[in-house]
């Protein structure tokens, strides 16, 4: 298990850009697929990307897709979201997931999840 913390969430107008980190301490982060997910207010937490423990492989949500870079950085234990062009239906809680076995797209893949941060994007 790793224990995750995210941090770079804030209160944007609509077309701004963001930067979303998570930061992992315990041992063997280089061997997790990690994930990043948002949970709108009264919506269910959904997928947003998820890049595999080299980086080489790498998925997006149709919602995001061209708008949103995810990487990482093995060398500092961090994953990271790049969100340009913001909506407001942007507006979420996005939360980093660590998935042992190295990808997933469901909630169910990952064992480790952050506490969130919060992303409001305003019209």
């Known amino acids: 298990q790793v224990q995750l913390v995210e941090s770079g969430g804030g209160l944007v107008q609509a077309g701004a850009s963001l930067r979303l980190s998570c930061t992992a301490s315990?041992?063997?982060?280089?061997?997790?697929?990690m994930g990043w997910f948002r949970q709108a207010p009264g919506k269910e937490r959904e997928f947003v990307a998820v890049?595999?423990?080299?980086?080489?492989?790498?998925f997006y949500a149709d919602s995001v897709k061209g708008r949103f870079t995810i990487s990482r950085d093995n060398a500092k234990n961090t994953v990271y979201l790049q969100m340009n062009s913001l909506k407001p239906e942007d507006t979420a809680i996005y939360f980093c997931?660590?998935?042992?076995?190295?990808?997933?797209?469901?909630?169910?893949?990952?064992?480790?999840w952050g506490q969130g941060t919060q992303v409001t994007v305003s019209s």
């Open positions: 997931a660590a998935a042992q076995t190295g990808w997933g797209l469901r909630r169910t893949d990952y064992g480790s």
């Open positions: 315990g041992r063997s982060f280089s061997n997790y697929g």
């Open positions: 890049i595999a423990w080299s980086g080489g492989s790498i």
